[in-house]
């Protein structure tokens, strides 16, 4: 098996947590959910840090969380949506691992999100095109992605076996 750390990017509602944790299944490497993390080192749900602190405070608290995973070895990293908006935390992420977008039509995103009640920049938007617009400007970065894997209409371990196949042929290649 590959000895390259995954790291799971995306918009919110892609399945980064779901996907991480079938990929852990499958290669026995350790999960780590940076939203978890983060909520675990500040002391508070994300929803809270954002209503108390502000969004600055958040995307500082996810850098350094994503920071202290640098020398990690054998893990999926789960990370949140907004993390490549920070330049640093590109580099950071491609110093980590293989960088994976999970990506999903609007329409299959807006169909995964009807039920979100803990994400603050969901709760936060007047309607859903100032969603589908902070998608859009996201999309250029999600696809500076070392792989792009479509998950629409596919189960967790389909997209999975996906990942892990493109890692051992890369792998192979080497
Ligand atoms: C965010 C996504 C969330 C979480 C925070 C901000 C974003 O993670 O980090 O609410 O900016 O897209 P998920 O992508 O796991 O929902």
Known sequence: MHERNIVLVGFMGSGKSTVARVLTGCCGYRLVDLDAEIERVA?????????RRGET????LESAALAGCVGAERIVLATGGGILGRPANRETMRRIGIV???RARAETLRHRLAGST?????NQARDWNEIERLLH???PLYEGADLIVD??????ESIAQEIL????EQQDAD
């Open 57 to 60: 405070v958040f995307r500082d």
């Open 118 to 122: 803990e994400r603050p920049l969901i």
């Open 151 to 156: 998950t629409d209409d596919r189960q967790p």
């Open 43 to 51: 002391g508070e749900p994300i929803a809270e840090i954002f209503r």
């Open 165 to 168: 196949q493109h890692i051992r």
């Open 137 to 139: 400007s996201r999309m």
């Open 100 to 102: 994976v977008y999970l």
